[in-house]
């Protein structure tokens, strides 16, 4: 791997943060540090290796005979949201 | 009946059912005890006194009735902000979420309340439980109970704090790389992160979602064994949850003689970065365990340098798919300057989020992207297996290992909080564990000469708890270092 650098501006975009300029050089030249430091693990040999996404080996797992339970009444969520009318959640317009 | 906040569990229930004391008084005292000293230690997040003593009536109620729910009933156990309770808030110690409040109880919570305790306060940690100092709330500091300029660790440093304070008899908090047993150490308490799938994670706010555990903070090793067992349950409500095995009766366990054990030192834990007064310390809690008969065996975890890239990665990774939920839509906070979808994401996020937050989400984010994904993700996966591979061959040979819990004691506020680097390095010796699923406490050793508290970890086999906590136990019967408590 060559010397790792983030283009800072790009993965903001895809984790969809705004970050001020300053928040960018920070992070920037912090993270090229700790991206260096990821370089150990090309220390060691991986070939025919299983990746491991978990502790234990996990299966999907289906419901079965599963009874439709109580849910919670649409206030109780809607009162969480920042904005609500009629017991649904206000956005801002998104189609032109 | 001075001092009841400084009492463990047993001594408590024991009180309790001789009619000793109430819970009513026993909640009372924790309150006082808060009122007096969280203005320096600053561990409470918010805490709801009415209603802790509205659950301690109830319980000598029940008590006074015959229908006592066991030792934890009517005992008060503060609660990290990360774990869900019907009606309290629930920010995580986040901006993010500073409004929210919890229309349910997490699993946890609910086998807690099935077994009496009363549920009290919200502790502080690092934001979304990313830190190892809890100087990342966006809230406040909490301070380390043995020196107040001193970092209590983290994440669950409010957990660790209260406890050691005599705010709490007991507490909860949640360990992805060390969150609970890193700040135990610091603060002189017992911490102990349970095997992968044994307690559920409903209603725990996810960061790492494959390393994720609720725990317990107690002042004994006896105390954390009857929390345990009060909140095991496979639960369908968490699709990891997994079924206990083996011995679980893990208080009454301790009362049976056991060992001597074979117990694994691995060579890897003592080298460059650990302080000399950690190290010798641990040497001597060895040597202790080599004077009871145990046989003490040199081991190997070859890859366990590795574990804190695997695991910056890995939990980075999964946190930045987990946080994709704050969004500024459902809950949580939306910023005033959103004008269509995207700024809605984009500037509610930019607002919500402190740095360490951001931090991670743009590295998680990265490690995922087109291009990187095999050169970091993929790959450290495959290093985990490695790292799992390690512990499978030492628990061959050992019945547990002995490590130090943190490379150093409690350092001071602000050293470390522009370098992450240097923060993500105070996990090293608790990180390897949540990558390969396994249990490990970290139980009381000793002070350094300036009176800061150090931990001493076993780590367990897979479902091993019961033993775990005998080795461990053996260790604090033998020294008693839990009998001290800071001057505040």
């Given amino acids: 791997m060559s010397t790792p650098h983030i283009d800072i501006d790009y993965v903001a975009n895809l984790a969809r943060i705004d970050l001020s300029d300053d928040e960018k050089a920070k992070l920037g030249s912090q993270l090229d540090d700790i991206l260096g430091y990821f370089d150990k693990l090309n220390s060691v040999d991986v070939d025919g290796v299983e990746p491991m996404a978990h502790a234990h080996k996990v299966f999907n797992v289906w419901r079965e005979g599963d009874q439709p339970g109580a849910t919670y009444a649409p206030e109780v969520l809607t009162k969480m949201a920042p904005e609500s009318r009629d017991n649904q959640v206000v956005v801002p317009k998104v189609v032109e | 009946m001075s001092d009841l906040h400084f009492k463990t569990i047993t001594e408590l229930a024991a009180m309790l059912e001789a009619g000793d004391t109430t819970s009513v ?31 301690a009536e109830a319980s000598d109620a029940r008590r006074a009735a015959g229908k006592s729910l066991g030792p934890l009933d009517g005992i008060p156990i503060g609660i990290k902000d990360t774990l869900a309770v019907k009606d309290q808030p629930l920010r995580c110690a986040s901006k993010m979420l500073e409004n929210y409040v919890s229309p349910y109880d997490a699993t946890c919570i609910t086998k807690l309340r099935e077994a009496g305790a009363v549920i009290w306060g919200r ?284 490379p150093t004691p409690a350092f001071k506020r602000g050293e470390r909080a522009d370098d992450p680097l240097a923060m993500y390095l105070s996990d090293i010796y608790t990180i390897s564990v949540n990558l390969a699923g396994l249990p490990a406490i970290s139980v009381p050793s000793g002070f350094t000469e300036s009176g800061l508290p150090i931990g001493l970890q076993v780590i367990g086999k897979a479902f091993g708890e019961a033993d775990m906590f005998a080795v461990a136990h053996s260790f604090e019967q033998g020294h008693e270092y839990y009998k001290a408590t800071p001057k505040l």
């Avoid at chain 2, 790959?379 to 985990?384: D, E, L």
């Avoid at chain 2, 790292?387 to 490590?403: G, H, M, P, R």
Wanted: net charge negative; hydrophobic share 40%; charged share 20%.
């Fill in chain 2, 25 to 55: 008084a026993i909640t009372q005292a924790v309150i006082d005890r808060t009122a007096a000293v969280d203005d320096r230690v600053k561990a409470f997040l918010a805490s709801d006194a009415d209603d802790a003593l509205a659950q």
């Fill in chain 2, 123 to 406: 502790l502080n940690m690092d934001e979304f439980a990313m830190g190892s100092s809890t100087e990342n709330s966006a809230y406040q500091t909490t301070a380390n109970p043995w020196n107040l300029e001193t970092i209590p660790g983290g994440s669950s440093g409010g957990s660790a704090a209260a406890l050691a304070a005599g705010e709490a008899i007991a507490t909860l908090g949640t360990d992805t790389g060390g969150s609970i047993r890193q700040p135990a150490a610091l603060c002189g308490v017992v911490g102990m992160k349970p095997t992968y799938g044994l307690i559920s994670r409903y209603g725990l706010v996810a960061f790492a979602s494959s390393l994720d555990q609720v725990g317990p903070f107690a002042r004994t090793v006896e105390d954390a064994a009857l929390l345990m067992e009060a909140m095991l349950s496979k639960d369908d409500l968490d699709s990891t949850s997994i079924a206990p095995q083996g011995e679980t009766n893990y208080a009454a366990a301790l009362k049976e003689t056991k060992g001597p054990w074979k117990l694994g030192v691995p060579q890897e834990f003592f080298g460059q970065g650990i302080d000399p007064e950690v190290k010798a310390n641990i040497e001597n809690a060895i040597d202790w365990y080599k004077s009871q008969g145990c046989e003490i065996v040199d081991i190997s975890l070859p890859h366990s340098e590795l574990a804190v890239p695997v695991y910056y990665i890995v939990a980075t990774a999964e946190a930045s798919s987990n946080l994709a939920r704050f969004d500024g839509v459902r809950y949580g906070h939306r910023s005033e300057e959103a004008k269509d979808a995207l700024t809605l994401f984009t500037k509610s996020r930019g607002e919500g989020f402190g740095d360490e937050v951001k931090r991670r989400i743009i590295l998680g984010t990265y490690v995922l992207s087109s291009g990187y994904y095999d050169a970091y993700y993929l790959r450290a996966q495959k290093v985990r297996r490695l790292i799992l591979s390690d512990f499978e061959k030492a628990f061959e040979q050992v019945d547990a290992i002995l490590t130090p819990t943190s």
